[in-house]
């Protein structure tokens, strides 16, 4: 499967963005997702996952209450809802597809390009 993110962009500490991961070539209804996140200097890091059907959510720490994981299976699109906005939220976010159901970057086969997010203080 093609994974295409979308949606980021530069907010002021406390605002919103929305990030959309839409799927082609195949349906990201067979697909647990995932978004990951990497700021510059670290290494790419979890940030929420959702299983295939939609009925189990996962969140990192650092974003839970803030960020919302979320899918739609008839438009092949996975979203990620970001409030409350931090400058330490600034990183690029991926999302990713897997068979496996986990939070470990490794058991994403697919990836998508990535989309800039900073968040200004």
């Known amino acids: 499967v093609q994974l295409q993110a979308s949606g980021g962009g530069l907010v002021q500490a406390g605002g919103s963005l929305r990030l959309s991961c839409a799927g082609s070539?195949?349906?990201?209804?067979?697909?647990?997702m995932g978004w990951f996140r990497q700021a510059p200097g670290k290494e790419r890091e979890f940030v929420a996952r959702?299983?295939?059907?939609?009925?189990?959510?996962n969140y990192a720490d650092s974003v839970k209450g803030r960020f919302t994981i979320s899918r739609d299976n008839a438009k092949n699109t996975v979203y990620l809802q970001m409030n409350t906005l931090k400058p330490e939220d600034t990183a690029v976010y991926y999302c990713?597809?897997?068979?496996?159901?986990?939070?470990?970057?490794?058991?994403?086969?697919?990836w998508g390009q990535g989309t800039q997010v900073t968040v200004s203080s």
């Open positions: 070539g195949r349906t990201l209804g067979y697909y647990n």
């Open positions: 959702i299983r295939w059907s939609g009925d189990n959510t």
């Open positions: 990713a597809a897997s068979r496996a159901f986990g939070t470990t970057s490794t058991l994403y086969d697919s």
